[in-house]
């Protein structure tokens, strides 16, 4: 027989729990405040600070906000609210060598792969709009900070191509996650040009609508990256 380990939870995580439950069954609805912290103690049977905790967890986890009256009003969870709920674990694996080298790597895979989906679906509108961030990005080289900021705007470009809330909540943090990463490379001689080269080719490629070279110019670009971040960080 196999048997599942009982798992000890605190108070405040079971009510929380019920009300996330009747938040998601629409009992409570959008919109609509929760019951007081009388009436929570009262159903609950449980003191002030478990509902509190209760609270403080359900607004953490995106499915409250506290309104101007100080009444917690239930709201709908964004993909930046998923996504930041990783953040504390993500920079503890980032100050780890080999958590380090695995982002790079899952950013190399998933930039390269919405790199591939803009060029299937991106419009004359978008096409224009990386236009514009590629030119930006060319006018920047000689300035370490404008070239940093416009080589982050240029790859948020293409993340926003089909407004996907999810790929531009997870490229953003892993932008943020991987900053370092970015910082020391372009201090590397010769990366900002290299850099925008590779910006532009990918450009290319989504404008012309070839998937295939615009998930190879990416792969390309961020392999390259993070082998001059290794040579970057020698630099003093």
Same mark, same amino acid.
Not at 172 to 178: F, N, R
């Given at each position: 027989m196999e048997f599942k380990n009982i798992k000890r939870r605190k108070?405040?995580?079971?009510?929380?729990?019920?009300? #996330?439950?009747?938040?998601?069954? %629409?009992?409570?609805?959008? %919109?609509s405040n929760l019951p007081p912290e009388r009436n929570l103690m009262e159903?609950? *049977? /449980? &003191?002030?600070?478990?509902?509190?905790?209760?609270?403080?967890?359900?607004?953490? *986890? &995106?499915l409250i906000e506290i309104s101007s009256t100080g009444r917690p009003v239930v709201t709908?969870?964004?993909? $930046?609210? /998923?996504?930041?709920?990783? $953040? $504390?674990a993500a920079r503890f694996l980032l100050s780890f060598e080999e958590g380090e080298r695995s982002f790079q790597d899952a950013r190399r895979l998933f930039e390269a792969a919405i790199t591939r989906n803009a060029a299937e679906i991106a419009t004359e509108d978008d096409i224009a709009s990386l236009k514009i961030a590629l030119d930006q990005n060319y006018k920047a080289i000689g300035n370490a900070v404008e070239?940093?900021?416009?080589?982050?705007?240029? @790859?948020?470009?293409?993340?926003?191509? &089909? *407004?996907?809330?999810v790929f531009i909540a997870l @490229?953003?943090?892993?932008? #943020?996650?991987? $900053?370092m990463q970015r910082t020391v490379s372009l201090r590397v001689p010769g990366t900002e040009k290299k850099a925008y080269i590779s910006h532009k080719n990918i450009?290319?490629?989504i404008a012309d609508r070839n998937p295939e070279s615009a998930w190879e110019g990416m792969n390309k670009h961020l392999t390259h990256v993070m082998?001059?971040?290794k040579k970057g960080q020698t630099y003093g």
């Open positions: 108070i405040h995580e079971d009510v929380a729990e019920q009300i #996330e439950n009747q938040i998601i069954l %629409g009992t409570i609805k959008e %919109g159903t609950f *049977n /449980v &003191g002030r600070p478990a509902v509190r905790e209760a609270i403080l967890l359900l607004q953490r *986890n &995106g709908r969870p964004s993909a $930046s609210n /998923v996504v930041e709920q990783l $953040s $504390s070239f940093e900021r416009t080589d982050v705007n240029f @790859h948020l470009c293409i993340a926003k191509i &089909g *407004n996907n809330s @490229h953003t943090a892993i932008a #943020e996650w991987l $900053s450009y290319q490629a082998k001059v971040f």
